[in-house]
């Protein structure tokens, strides 16, 4: 046994990348340095630079993957400091929600007839743009890998956090809740955190539209797959 398969190694190896993006981030002031993007690009390295087994990595990183149910839960704290925006704007939100959802899937169906992808490339891209937990057990309901979808998740929320505070700025979106749900609906979690340094209101509004982007997509995702 080496010290690579102890627990505490993928931890810390995690923890360790995660600080040294975050001080990258706030170093060079650059969007491209997200610390999720960065942690994730470093560990890979560390795995193939030192040709550990992926195996040994798991043992401490299914620890730090445990808590991202409550670590989703925890964003119901801003829902609930702006809930007044909620109940004032919620027809508003469900609509740009669908919206958000459909356009996901719309794109998908594009994509598939453009790319011709494969049938289990379809099912584990159906939950991207959700949050992780939902959109693991999704790919698993239909029956989908459900490593390709956790992958195509955190592309989708770095992506999203670095290109969506520019796209509204584009089309000139300046009204609080739409910018919160476009980010929340769009990039989940990620864009969520992204949102928060825009304004604790905006952050407040991303985090209301992930659970109910989350319900919606598994919702829609069989009757969406059959037309595909």
């Given at each position: 046994?080496?010290?690579?398969?102890?627990?505490l190694f993928?931890?810390?190896?995690?923890?360790?990348?995660?600080?040294?993006?975050?001080?990258?981030?706030?170093?060079?002031?650059?969007?491209?340095?997200?610390p999720?993007?960065i942690?994730i690009?470093?560990?890979i390295a560390?795995i193939?630079?030192?040709?550990?087994?992926?195996?040994?990595?798991?043992?401490g990183?299914?620890?730090?993957?445990f808590?991202?149910?409550?670590?989703t839960?925890?964003?119901?704290?801003?829902?609930?400091k702006h809930?007044?925006?909620?109940?004032?704007?919620?027809?508003s939100?469900?609509?740009?929600?669908?919206?958000?959802?459909?356009t996901?899937?719309?794109?998908l169906?594009?994509l598939?007839?453009w790319?011709?992808?494969?049938?289990?490339?379809i099912?584990s891209?159906?939950?991207?743009?959700i949050t992780?937990p939902i959109?693991?057990?999704?790919?698993?309901?239909?029956?989908?890998?459900?490593?390709?979808?956790?992958?195509?998740i955190?592309?989708t929320?770095i992506?999203?956090?670095?290109?969506?505070?520019w796209?509204?700025?584009?089309?000139?979106?300046?009204?609080?809740?739409?910018?919160?749900?476009?980010?929340?609906?769009?990039?989940?979690?990620?864009?969520?955190?992204?949102a928060i340094?825009?304004?604790?209101?905006?952050?407040?509004?991303?985090a209301?539209?992930?659970?109910?982007a989350?319900?919606m997509?598994?919702?829609?995702?069989?009757?969406?797959l059959?037309?595909?």
């Amino acid at each position: 046994m080496t010290w690579f398969s102890d627990p505490l190694f993928g931890v810390a190896i995690t923890f360790l990348t995660f600080e040294l993006g975050v001080y990258l981030n706030k170093r060079t002031g650059l969007e491209i340095m997200n610390p999720l993007l960065i942690s994730i690009l470093l560990i890979i390295a560390l795995i193939k630079g030192l040709h550990i087994d992926l195996g040994d990595y798991q043992k401490g990183g299914s620890l730090i993957t445990f808590f991202i149910k409550p670590a989703t839960v925890a964003l119901a704290i801003p829902l609930y400091k702006h809930f007044d925006l909620l109940i004032k704007h919620f027809k508003s939100v469900i609509i740009g929600v669908l919206s958000g959802v459909l356009t996901s899937f719309a794109s998908l169906t594009l994509l598939t007839k453009w790319l011709v992808l494969p049938e289990h490339i379809i099912i584990s891209s159906m939950g991207r743009n959700i949050t992780t937990p939902i959109g693991m057990e999704l790919t698993k309901q239909l029956g989908g890998i459900v490593p390709i979808t956790v992958a195509m998740i955190f592309f989708t929320g770095i992506y999203g956090s670095l290109v969506g505070p520019w796209v509204l700025k584009f089309f000139r979106i300046r009204h609080r809740t739409a910018m919160g749900i476009a980010l929340g609906t769009a990039s989940h979690v990620v864009g969520t955190s992204k949102a928060i340094t825009l304004g604790e209101d905006i952050g407040a509004m991303s985090a209301v539209a992930i659970p109910i982007a989350g319900i919606m997509t598994v919702l829609l995702a069989p009757l969406v797959l059959k037309f595909i």
